[in-house]
Structures are given as C-alpha cells and as structure tokens.
C-alpha cells in the first residue's frame, strides 16, 4: 500500500463513521453507485501529481498550454488556476493566493460509478477518463463531480475533463501543463515507484500535504503542498469577479459565460 | 466574513441539466402518481372509477411524453442505444433506462384495455372514428376483468421501480450536496402525487363529466399528500439537526446568503400552505367544490416548482467557488422552447386522444354507450378550455 492512500486512511475511517448513522443511503450506494473494475493503462502504475503552491506565480501558462494541446472550447478548461486575495492572519497584510485545479483522478472517483454507458471509466494506472465516442452526453458524471473538473465540451458535445495528458504520457512526453510550468510547481509521477520523484516528494512533506475537499471520501491523487487551509472546501469568499456592475448597473457578465 | 477572502479569478460553468430534465421529471412523476391515483377504480371500487378515467389519461400522455423530454436533455440523444448496448448495472441512470420502456408500454397496454371496452361501440360506425376503433381494439372480445386487475398490479409494481429510480439517481450524487439526502425520493412521490391530484382536479373541470366523488377524493389526496410533503421536509431538517448532514447544512448556506433562495423557500412554503388550506376549504364547504380546478392548477405549479427548484436551482449553487451562478433561462431549445414545447406536445396528445378515443366510456362510464350520437369531443374539450 502506498503513502498516500494510507494517508488517507483516517479521513475513510472518519467519512465511514458518519456515513453508518445513514444506513439507508449507505445500503443503496453499496448495493449500486460502486466502483466497477479498472480497465486499460499500466496495472504497475499509480499516476498523482503534487503541486507545490510556493511555487506557482499564478502566470497561467499551464492553463494556456493545457487550452492548446488539448482543444477545449473557450470559457471551459480541463486545468486553471483560481485566484484570491487573502488576508495574512499573522500580519493582517492582503496578499494573493494562486490554487491550480484539474481533476483529481480520485481513488474513489464519484465520476464513475454514474456513467450509465462506461464511457467514463478508471484505467489501472489510476488515471481516470472518457471515451468520447461512447459518451451519451447527459452530463450526470459533470454533476457528480464534486470538483467541477468536468464540463460538456460545445464541440463534441460529450464529457470532457483532464487526462494527465495520457497520450503525452505513452510517448514519454510530460503533461503539457507540466511541461509549461514556470515555477516548476507540477510534479507527475508514479507513487508505486519508490523512486520517483513525487514518491519521496509525498515520503518528505508527508504531514504537511492537503487535498481537496476530503471529505467526500473520494481520495483525490492531486497533492497540494503549502496549502491554504479555508481553500480546502468551497472558499467562504466574495466573488468579486461576478460582481462588477457596469454603468448600467447590471452585472458584467464573464465574456465566455453563454458557453 | 470574517477572514477576508475575495475571488478574483475562477471558471463558472453553465448548468449541465437543462429545463428538459424539469420536464422529465416532472411528467414522469405525474405518470407514476398518476396510476396510483387509477389503481383503487381499476381494481373496483366504485368510488373510484371516474377518477380512474381521468387518471388513466393524465398517467398515459405524461408516459409518452416524458421519455421524449428525458432524450432531449442527452446532448447526443441519436446515441440513446449505447444506454441498451453497454447496459451498466451499477448506474442508477442505467438501471432507470432499463425500467422505463417497460413501465411506459404497461401504461400504454393498461390505457388500451380500459379503453378499447367503450371503443368497442363504436367498431359498428361508418366513419373514420369507426375505421380508428376496428383497428385499434383488435376484435370485438370483451376485456377480461383479471387481465385488467393483473396488468394494473404489474404496472404499479413497475412504477414503484420508476419512483425509486428517479429519486435515487438525484440523491447519490455528493458533488451537489443538497441532493445528496434519502428525503428526496419522498420528496419526488408525495410532490408527484400532489401534482396528479391537481391534474386529475384540471381534467375533470375542463374535460369533464364532473364528478363529485373525484373532486372529493382528490382534495384528500392533495392535501395528504401536501401534509406528508411537509413531513418529510421536517424529517429532512431535523436529520441534519442531529446527524452532521451536508445537505442540511448546504441548504442553510444558501439560503442564509441568498435573497432569491429566501423568496423562493418563502414561495415553496407559502403556497404550500394555501394549497392546503384551500383543499380544507372546499372539502368543508361542498357548495364551493366548483373550484377544485384552481386547487388543480395551484398543485400542479407546485410540483412542477418543486422540481425545477431542486433541479436547476440547486446547479446554480458554486460547488467549488465562491457565489452562485446568475443562471436565465434561454430562449432556445434548452430553455424556454423546450419547457413550452413539452407542454404543447402533452397537450396536443391529450386532445388528440380526446378526439378518437371514448374514454369517458371506460370502466363503466357512460359518455361512450352512445353510439349513434357524433362525439364531439374535440369541439367540446375545446370550448370549456376558454
Ligand atoms: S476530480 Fe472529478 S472528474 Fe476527476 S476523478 Fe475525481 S470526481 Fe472524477
Ligand atoms: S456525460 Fe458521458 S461520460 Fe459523463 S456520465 Fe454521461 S455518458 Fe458518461
């Protein structure tokens, strides 16, 4: 068993616990909502990628090159960096807080179990992702993603979320936002892999390393280090972005939200 | 807020389930709801058997309409046959592809037996009424009472899975925390129920023959089903007042930092409590009964509301961003279009039934017995309309 599932762990335990005092919704995710097989990829492998925030400028140059290598349509993107201003609790200072966020490729990916044709499905090596000839298009993996990592893509009109870049991956090739990155803040690798990189990254910082929303029990294998604490769920923030009123006073609508 | 937190840069998507998905559910319950409400005249009771024809026409134009509302929120709905050729059994929406065709064939088999009885006068007819009912009730055999009886118990069996389904497959998803909970599959039936009571109110006023023993009957049912609705929204929150429930929790959020959710649980409730009280009216003061119909209508909003509140408002709420999405209906197919185009589609299904089917003749009713008189019911149904 690798670190980071045990790490999670406590977090299962703890999820199990107040999911006992619901017997009856926990009857009926037991008996269907289950994770079905794994199928394709490397059986030897475990993909994660660790990001490490006191890297990341927030310069979006992986939500550029994610955009480019993989064709998304405009307003949707299968990586992007939100951006908050924060408060420094210690010195009472505003200063900006950059979170990259893509999908999880969660142990226990909600996206799965739903799909009522299979064309979202978990490969061994942990990567989870969508046959786009297959898809239906009826977006129930889009609502049980708790991350908003899924979008219906206007072009194919099917589901469409981030892959690890899997076909970069099979050529030996890093993810493109990996490759892009400026600070060197995305770190991919294989946990069953003592020796990676991001094996004795996750050995090293092990304490310190957050993932979000953890509580939904999914057991996402994107690692955050040198996180935020108040990011870790839906922020208690003010959307500033949505709220800029033009001369009309309306709200300024975000230029792609038709999408 | 007390640690200042300002969102300056996130994506927002639009919603995923389009009003079509309102539409779905919101006919399919009338369906189901519907035939439970026929179920005690097709079994017998005399009561019962003219709001069992009313049902039984609400039951069947819903089932067929609902499928078709369900396809067009696919956005690859000529892919539907990858539901029957890679069947997933560990899918709720799966699972509800499966008991669906079936479901909608027995209420159509169940409308056809009840309904080719009367039809059965009119094979003698010269006309193209005569030509539609020698062709459709297959011979001038008498339906067999058992064959109703068995048929009726098999496609109540069917509705319970549709009712379960339905429910279920809204209430597993954790992403959206406020579906999240078992009260929802209730929720769905005793609203479900509400709103075929109130079409079962509509029909008989403005398709009539008025009934006194259906206006009774449904205004019991409607105000029943209105009390439990309120039932299971208590049990709703006070779970999440003693087990830590996310979906408790999310709806207080909501509310408590939203002004539309405010009006619209205030509205929810509001118009809860009249439709009640309303059905203690008239069921008290029976010289009044003549305006079931407004109860009808008032029902019908509310469960077709409560459905849109939990479907679309519910996608409105940021799963991992800060505020809610500013979602307006659109014009287009997967807007406006698509929730006036369902109810045009039921209606004209309604119409055209009404026009070459006597049903008002089923189960021992008498509009059809007659068949030297021109049945014009088209004309009939459309007048009292206005
Ligand atoms: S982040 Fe979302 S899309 Fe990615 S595996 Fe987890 S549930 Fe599925
Ligand atoms: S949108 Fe496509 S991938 Fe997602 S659940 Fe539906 S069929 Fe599966």
Not at chain 1, 90 to 110: A, K
Not at chain 2, 197 to 204: C, P, R, T
Request: proline share 5%; with cysteine.
């Amino acid at each position: 068993m690798d670190l980071a599932r045990r790490m999670f762990m406590g977090q299962l335990a703890r999820f199990a616990a107040g999911a006992s005092l619901v017997p009856l919704a926990t009857v009926a995710e037991a008996a269907i909502n289950e994770q079905p097989p794994r199928r394709g990829g490397d059986p030897a492998k475990r993909y994660a990628m660790l990001i490490d925030l006191r890297r990341c400028i927030g310069c979006q140059a992986c939500t550029v090159s994610c955009h480019l290598e993989n064709d998304a349509p405009l307003g949707k993107f299968r990586t992007i960096v939100s951006q908050y201003e924060v408060d420094d609790p210690e010195t009472g200072d505003m200063s900006t807080f950059f979170l990259p966020r893509l999908c999880n490729h969660c142990d226990n990916p909600p996206c799965v179990p739903v799909c009522p044709v299979q064309a979202t499905y978990q490969q061994e090596d942990g990567i989870v992702v969508v046959d786009a000839e297959r898809c239906v298009g009826c977006a129930y993996c889009v609502q049980a993603c708790p991350y908003d990592a899924r979008f219906i893509n206007d072009k194919t009109q099917t589901a469409d979320k981030c892959t690890f870049c899997t076909h970069r991956l099979e050529a030996g090739l890093l993810p493109a936002c990996v490759e892009s990155c400026v600070g060197g803040a995305r770190i991919i690798g294989d946990l069953n892999d003592p020796e990676s990189t991001i094996s004795k990254m996750v050995a090293e910082h092990h304490g310190e390393l957050k993932v979000l929303q953890p509580e939904k029990g999914t057991s996402p294998h994107v690692f955050y280090l040198g996180m935020d604490e108040r990011f870790i769920d839906r922020p208690e923030a003010f959307a500033s972005i949505w709220d800029i009123h033009g001369k009309d006073n309306k709200e300024l609508h975000y230029e792609f939200s038709g999408h | 807020m007390n640690s200042a937190v300002i969102e300056i840069l996130a994506p927002r998507y639009q919603i995923a389930w389009y009003p079509w998905a309102v539409q779905y559910f919101f006919m399919i319950a009338l369906a189901y709801a519907s035939l439970w409400l026929a179920l005690p005249g097709l079994l017998g009771a005399a009561r019962w058997k003219a709001t069992a024809r009313f049902a039984m026409l609400g039951a069947m134009t819903t089932a067929i309409v609902a499928p078709i509302a369900l396809l067009a929120d696919l956005h690859q709905p000529l892919r539907f046959w990858h539901f029957y050729a890679y069947f997933t059994p560990w899918s709720w929406m799966s699972i509800g592809s499966l008991m669906l065709p079936p479901f909608v064939f027995a209420i159509i088999a169940l409308a056809w037996l009840v309904w080719r009885e009367p039809m059965l006068a009119w094979r003698d007819r010269s006309d193209l009424f005569g030509m539609i009912a020698r062709l459709v009730t297959l011979g001038s055999w008498q339906t067999p009472r058992f064959l109703v009886v068995t048929l009726a118990l098999a496609t109540a069996a069917l509705s319970l899975g549709i009712a379960v389904y339905t429910g279920s497959e809204v209430a597993i998803v954790k992403g959206r925390p406020l579906w999240n909970t078992v009260w929802l599959l209730p929720f769905f039936a005793t609203t479900g129920l509400i709103g075929a009571g109130g079409l079962v109110l509509l029909l008989s006023r403005i398709a009539g023959p008025r009934d006194p023993d259906t206006a009774r009957n449904m205004l019991w049912v409607v105000s029943a089903a209105a009390v439990a609705t309120a039932g299971v929204a208590l049990m709703w929150v006070l779970e999440g007042l003693y087990v830590e429930n996310s979906s408790v929790a999310a709806a207080l959020r909501s509310v408590r930092h939203s002004a539309e959710w405010r009006t619209t649980s205030a509205w929810g409730l509001g118009v809860g409590t009249a439709l009640t009280l309303g059905c203690l009216l008239l069921l008290w003061r029976k010289p009044q009964r003549g305006w079931s119909w407004i109860v009808g209508l008032v029902a019908l909003h509310l469960a077709w509301m409560a459905r849109w509140v939990v479907l679309m408002d519910v996608q409105t709420v940021q799963k991992q961003t800060a505020g809610y999405l500013e979602y307006t209906v659109g014009w287009g197919s997967s807007g406006w279009l698509g929730v006036v185009g369902t109810f045009g589609l039921w209606i004209a299904l309604i119409l055209v039934i009404d026009m070459l089917v006597p049903w008002r003749g089923a189960l021992g009713g008498t509009a059809g017995d007659a068949p030297d008189t021109t049945p014009d019911y088209s004309a009939k149904g459309a007048a009292s309309h206005g």
